[in-house]
Each structure stands twice: as C-alpha cells, then as structure tokens.
C-alpha cells in the first residue's frame, strides 16, 4: 500500500505552515511563533495575482515575492520553501537563491525552460520541487522524478481559500507516489487539518503544507504538534 511503502522508505512527517494565510500588519510576531513552533519548513507563496496598485508602480508579483522573502529570510531560523506559482525565468530564481531560499518550487508546465532552472537549483545547492494541480499532466513529474526533492500539489485554485478539490487530490497523490516511489517528498497544499490529514498521509503524501489550521489558532507550537500527531498516527494504521 501506500502507507507501507512511506514506513518502508522513512520518509518523515513534515509540518510546513504557509505564510500566505498569516497575520501580515503582525508579520514580526507571526515569525517569531512560527520560529518556536517546531515547523520544518515555511512556504513561502509568490502568486500571479493582480493588485491595482501594480498600474502606478513597480510592484508585480516577482517584487513582492523578493521582498516578502528577503523579509522573512531575516526573521526566520527554519528553511524556506519557496513556491513559485508563476510563469518566470532563470534570471527570477537567481534572485531568490540569493536571497536564501532553501527549497525552490517550480510549475514546469507553465515554465519555457524548466530544466534550466532545475540544472541551476542542483548545481546551487538549493533543493528543487516541481509544482503541480489536480488537472496537471504528470509526465512533467515523470521525465524529471529523479532530480527533484519534492512534488507540491496544490489542491485548490491559485487564491485565497479557494475550494479544496478533495478527492481529486487523494487521487493524484495515489499517482504521485507511485510514479516516484518512497524517495521524494510528496507535498499537499489545500485543506490540511486534523480531519483531513489522514486521508492524505493514506493516499500518499509526507509533506503537509498548512494555512489556517495553525494561523487562525491561538497556539502554533500546539497546532502543529496536533498535525504531527495526527499525521504519524496515520502512518502507523
């Protein structure tokens, strides 16, 4: 089964809260708990959506997504998992290496050069994940499985508490796992909490990328030792 070939290969539960769902007139202190929550990573966004303000200024997408980094990148201790839900360039993900990320999301579907960036990311060090939604063709995961660290699905639509497609996901993260087996970290993006968590750990994925269940709680550390538990348990039935 699925959960028998994660205990098999050891792939760890990863709680991975996303900054997109936080506080941001509170920024600072968000990062403070997130730093004392005993996460192991932080997901850091970088949406292809529109603002008015774009029209009177330089801020797009990529802007904000560099500065948002670099902000967080100074304020944080755990390792960042940028994802990059746009179309961009090679020129882009140099930028964001500087700036200290320490896992680089790719949507290769979308991307002219995809494998570029990837040979860059291997040679920089810097982990590499591929981004996919529930109507993605998996080929783009197949041709390149073994040169990657993690697959994110992302199970709703590209804003703020879109719909989570349910049982889409489980269905694609069934196909995940199996195309690359227990060595790559399999991610879910979209409605993870305490009720949902088991039935993706069961369909495959090791990576929990979590918004409100923690930032709309009162105790991150607590939230988060709750997913983890709810999680492991999961593993083990």
């Known amino acids: 089964t699925t959960v028998t070939m994660l205990m098999d290969s050891k792939m760890r539960i990863k709680i991975v809260p996303s900054i997109i769902t936080a506080r941001f007139d509170k920024l600072d202190e968000e990062l403070e708990m997130i730093n004392e929550s005993g996460a192991d990573m932080l997901h850091v966004d970088v949406y292809p959506f529109i603002l008015g303000a774009y029209l009177y200024s330089e801020l797009t997408a990529l802007n904000i997504g560099l500065l948002l980094l670099d902000f967080v990148k100074r304020r ?3 390792p960042i998992d940028l994802h990059l839900s746009i179309d ?4 882009f993900v140099k930028k964001c290496v500087k700036l200290g990320a320490d896992r680089i999301i790719i949507h290769p579907e979308i991307l002219e050069e ?3 960036i990837i040979d860059y990311l291997v040679s920089e060090g810097v982990e590499v994940g591929l981004g996919v939604t529930v109507s993605s063709d998996l080929t783009h995961v197949e041709r390149r499985k073994d040169r990657v660290d993690e697959v994110v699905l992302v199970a709703v639509n590209a804003n703020f508490g879109g719909r ?6 489980c269905k694609k993260l069934r196909k995940l796992r199996k195309i690359c087996g227990g060595e790559v970290d399999i991610a879910i993006d979209g409605g993870v909490n305490t009720l949902t968590i088991s039935k993706f750990i069961e369909s495959g994925a090791n990576v929990l990328v979590v918004g409100k269940f923690i930032f709309r709680s009162g105790d991150y550390k607590k939230a988060v030792e709750e997913l983890r538990r709810t999680a492991e348990m999961a593993l083990k039935e």
């Not at 961009?88 to 020129?91: F, G, H, M, N």
């Not at 989570?164 to 996901?169: L, T």
């Open 114 to 116: 995809p494998d570029a």
């Open 76 to 78: 944080t201790k755990i």
């Open 164 to 169: 989570v497609r349910f049982e889409e996901a």
């Open 88 to 91: 961009t360039d090679l020129e």
